[in-house]
């Protein structure tokens, strides 16, 4: 098959959640705003549930519209249903946050993925195209230490979040322009989010279903 341009999932296609990080994120910023005085009377339990309520909604919220949800404002809803003030997102929390993601590190899906990645930006035109969630892109990105050779395009800077087509959209708009949208290549995790969308937008797809497939990618395409 022709391939030109290749964008790839990041969660769940690259790395996986790190369980032990949701546990320690939860623990630190409870005893951060407890230090600050802002939980009285709320306990651990009732911050994880929070969390866990305000990260579903804005997924669900998400899938509805297709629009992001700035992230800022996803810590907003947070700290509100903990009737924290919004003041305190602030550069301190997200550096508690960028702390501890680096201290509990995502587990790669497959133990050469990024080495993978990086031979195929020398071959074709590559792009990390993916919903950031809650954590900002910028701790993506220091993960991937992709240099310039990788062009990545996130929920908190593309406005728009997958599977709506304007996500794909955009990135196209971007960087494949006028090329055919049949030499564009998205590998991810999900069909309802990867493979269903970019071949309604006239791409194809490639679902990474463990770490195998990556070995079969590098066959098909390296």
């Given at each position: ?66 629009l992001a949800i700035p992230l ?13 003030p919004i003041s305190e997102v ?83 708009a971007s960087v494949v322009k ?45």
């Amino acid at each position: 098959m022709t391939i030109k341009h290749v964008t790839i999932d990041f969660w769940g296609t690259i790395f996986k959640s790190n369980p032990d990080y949701a546990v320690a994120r939860d623990k630190a910023v409870f005893d951060y705003l407890a230090d600050k005085g802002h939980l009285k009377g709320i306990t651990l339990l009732y911050l994880e549930e929070a969390y866990k309520f305000i990260k579903e909604f804005c997924n669900a919220s998400e899938l509805a519209t297709g629009l992001a949800i700035p992230l800022v404002a996803k810590h907003h809803m947070f700290f509100n249903k903990l009737n924290v003030p919004i003041s305190e997102v602030n550069a301190e929390y997200f550096q508690l946050i960028n702390d501890l993601f680096k201290q509990y590190p995502l587990t790669p899906l497959h133990p050469d993925v990024l080495e993978i990645i990086q031979a195929l930006s020398d071959k074709y035109l590559v792009g990390i195209l993916s919903n950031s969630g809650m954590v900002p892109s910028e701790m993506i990105h220091d993960l991937l230490d992709n240099g310039d050779d990788i062009h990545e395009h996130y929920t908190d800077n593309i406005r728009y979040c997958k599977p709506d087509s304007r996500f794909f959209g955009a990135y196209a708009a971007s960087v494949v322009k006028n090329d055919a949208y049949s030499q564009w290549l998205h590998i991810g995790d999900m069909d309802e989010f990867d493979i269903k969308p970019i071949k309604a937008f006239g791409g194809r797809g490639f679902k990474i279903s463990g770490a195998s497939d990556w070995d079969n990618l590098k066959t098909l395409l390296l």
